[in-house]
Structure formats: structure tokens, C-alpha cells
């Protein structure tokens, strides 16, 4: 990736390309080359619970490391923990890099992605690896519960 983390680079074309018709923008739209490029490393790889590498990944190390690479912020490792990092804001007003949770399973704030724009968010399914989907999709929106901005990032290790 280009540039320093929480610099926003231009994206390449191919890549502003892609994820401007991913989420139905204009490519004019994709502003930050750190995120996309991010996104384009780790698209399709597989889902490992407790993964933080490219043989598998569990949704909270994908949270954990594009906000540490892109964005320049250390935010805890757990998505239990990533819940309080965060100042909560209604869907309307999300931003790129904001966090959103779900509650699977009956277990509040069991899952996280990144928003992205225009109602896209980009997370670890456990069943597709990371991808990119609406965040109104019914299969994911019906557990949709909580989101917000990064507003307290403690500094921590790899193990919170």
C-alpha cells in the first residue's frame, strides 16, 4: 500500500474501478487508496476464528488490522472490545472506516465490519471469507445492532 498509515492516497485506477462498480459510486467516489488496497489484499480470504493472516481471519482481526494499516489507529483485538472504542451514530450518518456490529447466535455484538459508503461494509463472513455486502442485505441486516465512529483507541496488544 502506498502512503503512511491515516494518509489518504488516491487509489489506482483499476482499483477505484472495481470497488466504485462494487458498490454502485462514481469512481471519483473512491477517495482513500489505503482502504481499497487494503480491501483488494485480504478480498476472498478465508474465515479462521482467531486468524489474523492470509490462511484465515475471523471478522474482528480484519477490523483490528485495516484500522491499524490504513487509519494509523490501534483498536483492542476483540469484537467485545472494539464496542468500546467506539461513539455510537445512527446509520444515516456513517462514515468510510466507521465500525458496525451484529448480534448472531443471540450473543450481543458477536460480529463486526468497516463501513465503507453508500451502504456497503466490508467484513469476515464466516461462511464467504471477507467480503463486501450491503449493509441492508436481509441476511445480515436483520442482526445489525450497534455503530459509531473510533473515539477511544488505547493502545494494546494483539491478545485484547
Given amino acids: ?28 467516489d473512491i477517495q482513500n487508496g489505503r482502504l481499497y488496497a487494503f480491501i483488494e489484499q485480504w478480498m476472498g480470504t478465508p474465515y479462521k476464528f482467531g486468524g489474523l493472516d492470509k490462511d484465515g481471519i475471523d ?9 491499524q494499516q490504513v487509519y494509523g489507529i490501534t483498536i483492542p483485538r476483540m469484537t467485545s472490545k472494539q464496542i468500546t472504542v467506539i461513539k455510537r451514530k445512527y446509520e444515516d450518518e ?18 463486526v465490519g468497516v463501513y465503507l459508503q453508500n451502504g456497503y461494509v466490508v467484513h469476515a463472513s464466516s461462511r464467504k471469507g ?4 450491503r449493509l441492508r442485505d436481509p441476511s445480515l441486516y436483520k ?3 450497534r455503530a459509531g465512529s473510533i473515539e477511544y ?8
Fill in 94 to 111: 456513517l462514515k468510510e472506516g466507521d465500525l458496525v456490529f451484529f448480534d448472531f447466535d443471540g450473543k450481543q455484538f458477536s460480529h
Fill in 153 to 160: 483507541a488505547p493502545t494494546t496488544s494483539i491478545n485484547n
Fill in 1 to 28: 500500500m502506498r502512503g503512511q498509515p491515516g494518509e489518504v492516497v488516491k487509489p489506482s485506477g483499476d482499483i477505484a474501478s472495481k470497488y466504485a462498480e462494487i458498490m454502485g459510486v462514481d469512481k471519483s
Fill in 59 to 67: 471478522c474482528s482481526g480484519l477490523t483490528f488490522l485495516l484500522e
Fill in 130 to 133: 471477507v467480503m463486501i455486502v
Fill in 143 to 145: 442482526y445489525f445492532s
